[in-house]
């Protein structure tokens, strides 16, 4: 299967109503290993509408809520 082709490991495949027919969730090693897939099925002719989000631990988005805290940023022209 492609995804174990790229070191990754395909979670789940589901159909859906609504934007897209289907939703897949897959682990891969890196970025770089996703966006190989994506380009490869992409190429392929066999996917006209394709969609990729990259997914984060919850302790992550706590990390980096934390870590905001400590920047400061102005809007330009603000």
Do not use: H, W
């Amino acid at each position: 299967m492609l995804v174990e082709s790229l070191g990754g490991k395909l979670i789940t495949v589901d159909y859906c109503f609504g934007e897209f027919d289907a939703v897949s969730i897959a682990e891969l090693p890196d970025n770089t290993a996703m966006a190989s897939l994506v380009m490869a099925v992409g190429a392929s002719g066999s996917v006209t509408n394709l969609r990729t989000t990259v997914l984060i631990p919850t302790a992550d988005g706590f990390a980096a809520a934390q870590r905001a805290k400590e920047i400061s940023y102005l809007p330009p022209g603000s």
